[in-house]
């Protein structure tokens, strides 16, 4: 059913004026314009570090939109076409929407889905720091949000927490398709991976989405570095379980750790050229960089470097849907640690003041509630 005209004429919302201007007001609210849409009454929105970039006019365009790209909330109206989700479910909704019928999707390679995918909180799909959110192509976009976490836990599983796993499981499987045996095996050679968490990676950023990474690689990896120019966020880092180190001190040791060689994989979750210049130097030969950070400026990658060292790349958005299941099942066997992951819930009004205070990297992870 369709119950568009149960919402209201406008609703309030966060909305980019132009690089470093944010203003809360009202906006007509977001209709079923498709069959497969669903408009979203939202609960809980987060501040990532991805809207950092349209925050501070890294990806020049059109403004006056709404911005966010996180949501959890209840199912305020669907299309005609919706049939997995009812008015009154309780979803969550990943940062980009895919149709679930294109050959990208059918791969499991969502984040480049071609036959509708569209990305929240851009100037072509308002996004989700809003009261009501509309998410196209829901059918196969949508989660249903599950009972035993609690709502602004499961507002991670919009973006954060699977693009961290994701992260970290391309570095663990480009390793493993090579079948080249990790740091402090027995034997060294072309032979099949042992099962079992192995080999040694380094997350470089450790914000919210390093942090996802770092818990994620430690399902993967018997050991986890990390690194940040921030000393705040090494202890946040320290408390999932990674080493937390900074410049010289890190690559020590890292090369203590692995016997002189160098991880086994970096996992770069910044998005600009100096995180990938510190992982690129920590890998050992036929390591691998993964890397999720939302780069907006062309990169220089050495090109001896990575012929002197057979190293391996991997780039990119993640595929939420696909990484959905393993990332979820981290989060629910560490509750407690991301308990208190999320540093501040706050009214979507303050939504100006903790911009700014994000953008200079004096909080953590934001939650905006409704």
């Not at 408390?239 to 040791?253: D, F, M, R, T, Y």
């Not at 970096?266 to 130097?281: F, K, M, N, P, Y």
Request: hydrophobic share 40%; net charge negative; aromatic share 8%.
């Amino acid at each position: 059913m369709t119950a568009s005209s149960t919402l209201p004429a406008t609703s309030k919302a966060a909305v980019i004026v132009e690089p470093y201007n944010i203003v809360v007001k009202d906006v007509p609210t977001p209709q079923i314009k498709e069959d497969n849409d669903a408009i979203i009454k939202t609960t809980a929105s987060g501040l990532c570090g991805s809207d950092l970039h349209i925050y501070r006019g890294h990806q020049p365009g059109p403004y006056n939109y709404v911005i966010g790209h996180e949501v959890v909330g209840t199912i305020a109206a669907v299309g005609p076409g919706v049939n997995k989700f009812k008015v009154g479910d309780k979803v969550v909704a990943p940062f980009a929407t895919t149709c679930g019928r294109c050959f990208y999707c059918k791969q499991g390679y969502t984040s480049r889905c071609n036959g509708g995918g569209q990305l929240l909180g851009s100037a072509a799909n308002p996004g989700a720091q809003a009261e009501y959110v509309r998410i196209p192509e829901a059918e196969a976009s949508l989660h249903h949000a599950p009972d035993d976490i609690p709502e602004q836990l499961l507002l991670l599983m919009a973006d954060i927490l699977p693009t961290g796993y994701s992260a970290a499981y391309n570095a663990r499987h480009l390793l493993d398709d090579h079948q080249v045996q990790p740091v402090g095996a027995f034997e060294v050679g072309v032979v099949k991976q042992p099962p079992g968490k192995r080999g040694v990676a380094v997350v470089i950023g450790c914000g919210p989405v390093g942090l996802c990474a770092i818990t994620s690689a430690l399902s993967m990896f018997e050991k986890v570095f990390a690194t940040d120019l921030a000393p705040h966020r090494l202890k946040q880092a320290e408390k999932h379980g990674a080493i937390a180190l900074q410049g010289e001190e890190l690559k020590k040791a890292v090369l203590e750790a692995t016997n002189g060689l160098g991880a086994d994989a970096a996992i770069e979750v910044v998005g600009h050229q100096s995180a990938l210049d510190t992982g690129i130097d920590l890998l050992r030969p036929w390591g691998v960089l993964s890397s999720c950070g939302l780069h907006t400026h062309d990169v220089t990658i050495p090109g001896l470097t990575l012929y002197g060292k057979n190293l391996r790349l991997q780039f990119g958005r993640c595929s939420v849907p696909t990484f959905t299941p393993a990332a979820l099942e981290i989060l629910r066997q560490h509750q407690d640690l991301f308990s208190h992951f999320i540093e501040h819930e706050v009214p979507l009004e303050k939504a100006p003041e903790y911009y700014k205070e994000f953008e200079q990297n004096k909080i953590g992870k934001t939650v905006f509630v409704f």
